[in-house]
């Protein structure tokens, strides 16, 4: 069975800082690039982070860049993001994403394949 199952979520005051992970199972992550996305309620999907298969290409939503820092470890078939300097705005559900994506694409929902359930992640003083 095919999974990415995410953890690490929780409650963070602003400017705090969380690291989710995505422990994917059932497939060979070696062969997939790795997105995070996040959904607030109301709000459509955002793309906020992407790792290309070899870990040698990383994009970053600009209302993130130097917040966030997205890794992978294929040995343990795992991808995080370390997120810091947290903002209220970033409350929301945070999935992780795999497919064979196009670089340029890598914000583009329709990109990805498989899909995690997700993590909530409130930031609140």
């Known amino acids: 069975q095919l999974q990415l199952v995410e953890s690490g979520g929780g409650f963070a005051q602003p400017g705090g800082s969380l690291n989710v992970s995505c422990k994917t199972s059932g497939f060979n992550l070696d062969y997939y690039s790795l997105g995070w996305f996040r959904q607030a309620p109301g709000v459509g999907r955002e793309g906020v982070a992407y790792?290309?298969?070899?870990?040698?290409?990383?994009h970053y939503a600009g209302s993130v860049k130097g917040r966030f820092t997205v890794s992978r470890d294929n040995f343990k078939n795992t991808a995080y993001l370390q997120m810091n300097s947290l903002k209220l705005e970033y409350t929301a559900t945070y999935l992780c994403a795999a497919g064979f994506v196009r670089n340029t694409a890598w914000a583009q929902e329709d990109e990805y394949d498989l899909w995690g359930q997700g993590t909530q992640v409130t930031v609140s003083s």
């Open positions: 790792i290309s298969s070899g870990g040698d290409i990383t």
